[in-house]
């Protein structure tokens, strides 16, 4: 959820989630930690947006600010879209999510949903 995320910005409150006014852009944070050991797998297993714009999502395992390695960039994400080969391994990682509102003067885009699955082992 948006109170989960690390960093908001450019979003304001929506409804259903985030939303972005006419030529807007957002981005939100997350960071998500493997308790005890380190991620085994990690997937998205939904990402919505509502009125599409342009949708970027970057996974970091070296700190918040990156640096960052593109897993999408597009008008959508298609799922389920398997982020293992960056994360395994890892105690921590960060993901962060730019959209981009290029739709019509007068259409809200938003981000909705992002659902995130993975196994964590032992060190």
Do not use: H
């Amino acid at each position: 959820t948006a109170m989960d995320a690390r960093q908001i910005s450019g979003f304001t409150g929506g409804v259903w989630g985030l939303n972005l006014p006419p030529g807007g852009q957002g981005v939100v944070r997350y960071e998500f930690s493997a308790r005890e050991g380190v991620f085994d797998s990690a997937r998205f297993t939904q990402f919505v947006t509502g009125n599409r714009g342009r949708v970027l999502v970057q996974v970091s395992t070296q700190s918040a600010d990156g640096p960052w390695q593109i897993v999408a960039d597009g008008p959508t994400v298609t799922t389920p879209l398997a982020l293992t080969p960056l994360v395994q391994g890892q105690a921590r990682f960060w993901i962060q999510v730019t959209l981009s509102n290029e739709l019509g003067e007068d259409e809200v885009c938003g981000f909705d949903l992002m659902r995130l699955e993975g196994e964590v082992k032992g060190e």
